[in-house]
């Protein structure tokens, strides 16, 4: 390749890098509930689905390594889990939050981000068991949060309804 070219080849990149906008979003991270698919059993049952979150972070930090058990992200504290989920069903017209004998928190891994800007933005998505066999109401959501290791709440959003084929 002869200088000339490279020349304008190194141009051209350094003019496409130096137009693209840096993303900025605030520390609190942002999320925002993009879709829950359902996922039925060999019976034509619904069991379990996928619930597909969007999110913002200004500063990265979301996420724990497998290695984070030390307080505050210690099992026996309430900053064990980063994402948190509530399971509730539409009683006489009213969500009313129900408790499982399990637990749909879960540990989002760490998300990596570039060295330069450390915002980041992206989608989540996690199974969850959603039919409850012993409950008579077939209309349930999901309310989410997630938390960053700054301990930093992000707002909290509610899945629209879903309608469970039992």
Same mark, same amino acid.
């Given at each position: 390749?002869?200088?000339?070219?490279?020349?304008?080849?190194?141009?051209?990149?350094?003019?496409?890098?130096?137009?693209?906008?840096?993303?900025?979003?605030? =520390?609190?991270?942002?999320?925002?509930?993009?879709?829950?698919? *359902?996922?039925?059993?060999?019976?034509?049952?619904?069991?379990?689905?996928? &619930?597909?979150? $969007?999110?913002? =972070?200004? /500063?990265? /930090?979301?996420? !724990?390594?497998?290695?984070?058990?030390?307080?505050?992200? /210690?099992?026996?504290?309430?900053?064990?889990?980063?994402?948190?989920?509530?399971?509730?069903?539409?009683?006489?017209? @009213?969500?009313?939050?129900?408790? &499982?004998?399990?637990?749909?928190?879960?540990?989002?891994?760490?998300?990596? $981000? =570039? !060295?330069?800007?450390?915002?980041?933005?992206?989608?989540?998505?996690?199974?969850?068991?959603?039919?409850?066999?012993? $409950?008579?109401? #077939?209309?349930?959501?999901?309310?989410?949060?997630?938390? #960053?290791?700054? &301990?930093?709440?992000?707002? @909290?959003?509610?899945?629209? #309804?879903?309608?469970? *084929?039992?």
């Amino acid at each position: 390749m002869s200088k000339i070219k490279f020349l304008v080849l190194t141009m051209i990149i350094s003019f496409l890098f130096s137009c693209s906008k840096e993303e900025t979003y605030p =520390d609190i991270p942002h999320i925002e509930f993009l879709s829950f698919a *359902k996922i039925q059993n060999e019976y034509n049952v619904d069991e379990k689905g996928i &619930l597909t979150i $969007s999110f913002t =972070d200004g /500063d990265g /930090d979301i996420g !724990l390594a497998q290695g984070d058990t030390f307080s505050p992200f /210690d099992p026996d504290s309430e900053y064990y889990y980063n994402f948190f989920i509530k399971y509730l069903e539409r009683q006489n017209g @009213v969500l009313t939050e129900i408790d &499982l004998p399990f637990t749909n928190n879960s540990r989002i891994p760490i998300i990596a $981000s =570039d !060295l330069v800007n450390k915002a980041i933005k992206g989608e989540i998505e996690i199974e969850l068991f959603f039919n409850n066999p012993i $409950s008579q109401y #077939d209309t349930i959501a999901f309310e989410a949060y997630i938390v #960053d290791r700054a &301990l930093h709440k992000s707002n @909290v959003i509610t899945s629209t #309804d879903i309608i469970v *084929k039992k």
